[in-house]
């Protein structure tokens, strides 16, 4: 191979190592306020959700169609940040209920909640357990932050130059997490 060809290679090598090694340091440095990152997102959006919100069933009987009736619902507002692939088995309120579905969800009064769904094939219920930030950073990941990142650009919450700079970190977040 040319000496030129094998140089430049070697510097182009030299600069790929370089570069990843500083988007390491950024990343981690990203990462170390991310649950900040969080707290002030949800302080943004929290507003909004008695308006933009939804109410989330509480509790409801099946008939044998499979259809709900008798249906209650919580008395806050609430929107939805993300969905676990893998659900805990059972509830923290009562290990006989295996939970089928789980989401991380947001209130009204900006407080964090996993709300876990049960079907005993007749009565179907849920159960919102507390969630704190760095919990939900860990069980929910990064998903959380563009959701609400969602929710700040749709209800014009932040000026544009912020919303950039947040699209930015958030996709640089993910891109280099996979």
């Known amino acids: 191979m040319d000496k030129v060809v094998e140089e430049g290679f070697d510097r182009l090598t030299e600069l790929v190592t370089k570069t990843k090694l500083e988007q ?19 302080e943004s959006v929290a507003p909004v959700i008695s308006e933009a919100g939804q109410e989330f ?4 009987k099946q008939d044998s169609k499979g259809d709900l009736y008798d249906q209650k619902y919580y008395d806050f507002k609430m929107i939805l940040l993300g969905k676990t692939e893998h ?5 923290p309120d009562n ?3 295996k939970v089928e579905q789980q989401y991380c969800v947001l ?3 900006g ?5 876990m769904f049960s079907n005993d094939g007749f009565i179907v219920d849920t159960y919102a357990a507390p ?15 563009y959701m609400l990142f969602s929710a700040m650009r749709e209800y014009s919450l932040a000026q544009q130059d912020l919303l950039d700079a ?4 958030l996709g640089f977040m993910q891109n280099n997490k996979e």
């Open 57 to 60: 069933m509480l509790k409801a």
């Open 131 to 145: 969630l704190s930030i760095d919990d939900a950073l860990e069980f929910y990941g990064y998903d959380i932050l």
């Open 95 to 97: 290990p006989k209920k």
């Open 166 to 169: 947040l699209n930015i970190t």
């Open 111 to 115: 407080e964090l909640f996993e709300l």
């Open 107 to 109: 209130s009204e009064k």
């Open 87 to 91: 659900p805990v088995e059972f509830r």
């Open 24 to 42: 390491n340091a950024v990343l981690n440095k990203i990462a170390e306020g991310d649950a900040a990152l969080l707290k002030k997102m949800i």
